[in-house]
């Protein structure tokens, strides 16, 4: 059982900002792949960004040049910093880990955080 939680969410203006964190409870997930995913209103949960126990990282389109997924192994967190925050960033987003397989697919995915709410005014 993995227990993950996030924190770092808020609200921003367009072109600011934040840096989300995940940590686990209980247990290490250093060795093991955390993905970010997002969901807007009305709109279907999405990949965001993936790190593997290895560091190599993995982008969706929407969010590569201005997102940077990274892991701290001492502190047992992930982080998923956010610069050039745009209004269409605005959603809650949940860290996650699979199964077994890293995929974008969050049906694969097995343990989730609560979620962090991430607001950007225009």
């Known amino acids: 059982q993995v227990q993950l939680v996030e924190s770092g969410g808020g609200l921003v203006q367009a072109g600011g900002s934040l840096r989300l964190s995940c940590t686990a409870a209980?247990?290490?997930?250093?060795?093991?792949?955390v993905a970010w995913f997002r969901q807007a209103p009305g709109k279907e949960r999405e990949f965001v960004a993936g790190?593997?126990?290895?560091?190599?990282?993995t982008y969706a389109d929407s969010v590569k040049s201005r997102f940077t997924v990274s892991r701290d192994n001492a502190k047992n967190t992930v982080y998923l910093q956010m610069n050039s925050l745009k209004p269409e960033d605005t959603a809650v987003y949940y860290c996650?880990?699979?199964?077994?397989?890293?995929?974008?697919?969050?049906?694969?995915?097995?343990?989730w955080g609560q979620g962090t709410q991430v607001t950007v005014s225009s």
């Open positions: 996650a880990v699979p199964k077994l397989l890293a995929t974008m697919d969050s049906n694969d995915y097995t343990y």
């Open positions: 209980g247990r290490t997930f250093n060795n093991v792949y």
């Open positions: 790190v593997g126990a290895n560091a190599y990282t």
